[in-house]
């Protein structure tokens, strides 16, 4: 007799919280730990917009209130997403198969089940899709409303005039970046940062190896600092190739319900019911994209 293997699952809730949350937050952009992330956002989150002004006062024996301070919200209202993927048991079983050997004999970690491998495929895929919807997501069927996009359409976001990149301009491109960013966010240097394509990276590391003096005289052997004047560049997978984005960490927000009880996995092998190698992965989770203090936020596009 042949030997089966069954891979039905029914996940809700907060059993689907370890399968959908590396699905969700393992994005790019998110493991770099640069925006804020609101992990059990149910339906709706108000974010305060701050502003304050005069707080210093003579000194007096009583109290008396100084300054002003201006309070405004922004509503991140995640969207409701599924990923339904249908992939055929006998195309991953070898490959499963395989790291398992591998891994007994190298002592290398993998899933104990098929079923965790096969989840784990389509956690990458998922991450992946998400990580480009966090940047180039647009309000069409099956995306977001990205970053780039609510920056283009808010004022007081600090445009600058971009270029088609290369490493011959990638180092002025940035000095442009640089120059723009406002005082209060250069005023915290731990937390702000630019946000670059891997395309832009890719030039900026050729270009610090092909200057006249080269960074510590190693032309294009090892990797340079990820840094230019003092300012982290981040490389954001699902940034468009041409575009960056400065700022500081609480100004851009991703919000999901990847840690309330309202999603689903559901894993469905077809075995049973038509014959067929086949297995069906559906899951349901939210999410969305917001900002806050759009005047302290640099849009290079």
Request: with cysteine; net charge negative.
């Amino acid at each position: 007799m042949a030997t089966t293997s069954t891979l039905t699952g029914n996940f809700a809730g907060t059993k689907a919280q370890g399968y959908l949350y590396p699905a969700v937050m393992t994005a790019n952009t998110l493991t770099n730990n640069i925006i804020e992330t609101h992990e059990n956002v149910k339906y709706k989150l108000n974010l305060r917009n701050l502003a304050t002004t005069g707080f210093l006062a003579d000194a007096t024996c009583d109290f008396s209130a100084t300054g002003d301070v201006s309070l405004s919200d922004v509503v991140l209202e995640p969207k409701q997403l599924e990923v339904n993927i249908q992939l055929c048991k006998d195309d991953f079983r070898t490959q499963w198969e395989a790291l398992e050997m591998k891994g007994k004999l190298l002592g290398q970690e993998i899933p104990a089940s098929f079923q965790e491998f096969f989840i784990s495929k389509i956690q990458a895929l998922t991450a992946k899709d998400v990580e480009n919807a966090i940047w180039q997501g647009t309000a069409v069927a099956g995306s977001f409303l990205g970053f780039e996009a609510i920056l283009t359409a808010t004022a007081g976001v600090v445009p600058v005039t971009g270029a088609t990149l290369s490493a011959a301009n990638i180092i002025a491109e940035l000095g442009k970046v640089y120059d723009a960013i406002p005082d209060s966010v250069f005023s915290q240097p731990d937390d702000a940062f630019i946000a670059i394509s891997i395309k832009a990276s890719k030039f900026y590391q050729t270009a610090l190896g092909s200057l006249t003096q080269h960074y510590l005289n190693q032309s294009v052997v090892g990797a340079k600092p990820m840094d230019y004047n003092g300012i982290k560049l981040v490389v954001c997978n699902g940034l468009s190739a041409d575009t960056m984005v400065a700022t500081v960490k609480g100004n851009l927000h991703f919000g999901t319900n990847v840690l309330t009880d309202m999603n689903e996995v559901i894993i469905l092998d077809m075995a049973m019911l038509d014959a067929s190698q086949n297995v069906r992965y559906a899951s349901g989770f939210t999410a969305g994209c917001q900002i806050t203090n759009p005047t302290d936020i640099v849009h290079y596009t």
